[in-house]
């Protein structure tokens, strides 16, 4: 029996999440609303769907909100930063972070040349 060194290749790609249409929640809330008590499932089924996508829905439609029907982590409104930004904000933040350990570093080293300089200055009067 051999060992590997590590796990092989992933078989099964990442699956992508699904993301569904304000037009069409609330195309399937009316149906799933509309269809007799047996059929119901058959929908759910149909679409491969859960009861709490349904659920979700229709909460959001009674609110009268169908802007909430909106996916906004996947919806065009929301706009995507450029790699380069989200690059350059994260240079920014190491930026910010180096100076302040720069500075708490150059702070103890003055602290230090003080302590030293006094230091001498003790030894000398003793002598």
């Known amino acids: 029996m051999t060992s590997t060194s590590g796990p092989g290749p992933d078989p099964a790609p990442k699956p992508k999440r699904r ?8 195309r399937i809330v009316a149906e799933y609303d509309a269809a007799p008590a047996g059929e119901k499932g058959a929908i ?10 349904v659920i979700e829905w229709r909460a959001a439609r009674d609110a009268g909100a169908l802007a909430q029907l909106t996916d906004h982590r996947t919806s065009p409104g929301r706009p995507r930063k450029h790699p ?37 200055s003790l030894s000398k009067s003793a002598d």
Do not use: P
């Open 19 to 26: 993301t569904f249409t304000a037009e069409y929640k609330a």
């Open 84 to 120: 380069a930004e989200a690059e350059n904000a994260r240079l920014r933040r190491e930026n910010e972070r180096l100076r302040a350990e720069v500075d708490q570093k150059n702070a103890a080293l003055e602290v230090l040349g003080k302590t030293h300089a006094l230091l001498q």
């Open 44 to 53: 759910l089924r149909r679409e491969r769907l859960y009861s709490s996508h």
